[in-house]
Nanobody
């Protein structure tokens, strides 16, 4: 069982930055691939970024590529999503997720554990 707790969301102006953190419980954290998804009001949940269990491989949605950076610290059981050059369209609830497979996944249904989400609001 893995429990995930996101933090770092908030209100920021367009062009600003935020860093989201996802702290995981459990001794097997390093075996899980980790992903971030987001859901804006009235829209489906969408993939944002993912990192493999080792941290060597990452994947990003085209909409955030070049602006967001995902990293993990297995010693701290934490993943980080650095978000730069934020745009109003990045406004959403951001969710952290863990996948037992260990490999990068872009489909939310393939993830086994989810956090409660953290709100990110970007004002224009």
């Amino acid at each position: 069982q893995v429990q995930l707790v996101e933090s770092g969301g908030g209100l920021v102006q367009a062009g600003g930055s935020l860093r989201l953190s996802c702290a995981a419980s459990g001794r097997t954290f390093s075996r899980y691939a980790m992903g971030w998804f987001r859901q804006a009001p009235g829209k489906d949940r969408e993939f944002v970024a993912a990192v493999s269990w080792s941290g060597r491989s990452t994947d990003y949605a085209n909409s955030v590529k070049g602006r967001f950076t995902l990293s993990r610290d297995n010693a701290k059981n934490t993943v980080y999503l650095q978000m730069n050059s934020l745009k109003p369209e990045d406004t959403a609830v951001y969710y952290c997720a863990a996948a037992r497979s260990g490999t990068i996944l872009e489909v939310s249904a393939n993830y086994d554990y989810w956090g409660q989400g953290t709100q990110v609001t970007v004002s224009s």
